[in-house]
């Protein structure tokens, strides 16, 4: 099954994921414990990667990436 997050803890439980989704494709599951995570309907979703670039921890990791590359830059000149 296709997961938006790596595991449990690195998801929010934000939504933005669910929001954003054009195919309605992912819905939030209650887990064992009571926390809601995205579920995705395979045979919904088109892999149009929006959730991914919805997801606060995918967006971080991005900033991130993109500071280094900045500061990386500002040192070759």
Same mark, same amino acid.
């Given at each position: 099954? %296709? $997961?938006?997050?790596?595991? !449990?803890?690195?998801?929010? *439980?934000? =939504?933005?994921?669910?929001? /954003? #989704?054009?195919?309605?494709a992912?819905?939030? %599951?209650?887990?064992? $414990?009571g926390? =809601?995570? +995205?579920?995705?309907?395979?045979? &919904? #979703?088109?892999?149009? *990667? /929006?959730?991914? %670039?919805?997801? +606060?921890?995918? &967006?971080?990791?991005?900033?991130l /990436? ?7 830059? %500002?040192?070759? !000149?």
């Open positions: 099954m %296709k $997961k938006i997050y790596d595991n !449990k803890a690195s998801c929010y *439980g934000c =939504t933005a994921c669910v929001n /954003l #989704c054009p195919k309605q992912i819905t939030m %599951k209650t887990d064992e $414990k926390f =809601t995570y +995205p579920s995705i309907d395979e045979t &919904l #979703c088109i892999e149009c *990667g /929006l959730c991914e %670039k919805a997801c +606060p921890q995918h &967006l971080e990791i991005r900033e /990436l993109e500071e280094v590359a900045e500061a990386f830059e %500002k040192e070759e !000149k």
